[in-house]
């Protein structure tokens, strides 16, 4: 594809639900990235994969949080037990390496739950 | 730990003409990536400009330009001839040259008046 895709692009489930985000980075980039932009907020990290390993999960909140990406390409973004403070948009990026190579955003998945 | 402050919440600038964005950033790094991203309504991140930490010559990119001042850990962004286009919100963020993860502002929001 020519950009980062995620879907679902909206998601409303209830507290206490489980939710998967999928993203599918540009083809070829080793690096995807996640990141929670609360409202009015800037973007915050949550973890990162360099091909298949996740080089980075700093950023995970707690253990509710679980990202995979079995075969270096698609990733999926879990979250058990959902609370209401999880609400945000879920941004994914991927790049072709550190350094100075740009991370190309996706659109987000706008996560709500009620 | 490194932090990003942007420190105006809201800007506004008149049609073709010019204005600046500020940044600071704090980081005991000496080799790192500063970069400006544009978010308009529809979610998507895209780069403005990226200034390596090592040059001294501050990048631009047609009317985007920076003032990098590395000692005062400021980097601020100049838009000319603003244009109705310019009207999003503008994060600025910081990359460790040896990390992957973006670490982002609160963000700016620029309307341009017609």
């Known amino acids: 594809g020519a950009g980062v895709s995620q879907t679902p692009s909206n998601k409303v489930t209830e507290k206490g639900k489980y939710v998967e985000l999928r993203c599918d980075p540009i083809?070829?980039?080793?690096?995807l990235y996640w990141y929670r932009q609360s409202l009015g907020q800037g973007p915050e990290f949550l973890i990162y994969?360099?091909?298949?390993?996740?080089?980075?999960d700093s950023g995970l909140p707690n253990d509710r949080f679980f990202a995979v990406r079995p075969e270096g390409s698609v990733s999926t973004l879990k979250i058990q037990r959902t609370e209401r403070g999880d609400s945000a948009v879920y941004l994914c990026a991927s790049s072709s390496g550190l350094g100075r190579n740009e991370q190309f955003f996706g659109p987000g998945t706008r996560l709500t739950v009620l | 730990a490194q932090t990003v402050t942007q420190s105006q919440p809201e800007m506004s600038v008149q049609e073709a003409e010019t204005v600046t964005l500020s940044c600071t950033y704090d980081?005991?790094?000496?080799?790192?990536?500063l970069f400006w991203y544009k978010q308009p309504p529809s979610r998507q991140m895209i780069l403005v400009i990226r200034q390596e930490a090592y040059k001294q010559q501050n990048a631009t990119e047609n009317r985007f330009s920076v003032n990098f001042q590395k000692a005062a850990k400021s980097f601020s962004l100049k838009i000319s001839d603003s244009q109705l286009g310019d009207a999003a919100m503008y994060f600025c963020a910081y990359r460790f040259n040896q990390g992957g993860k973006l670490i982002f502002g609160q963000g700016t929001e620029l309307s341009v008046k017609p």
């Open positions: 994969f360099q091909g298949t390993g996740a080089a980075d």
């Open positions: 980081t005991s790094e000496s080799d790192y990536y």
């Open positions: 083809s070829g980039h080793t690096a």
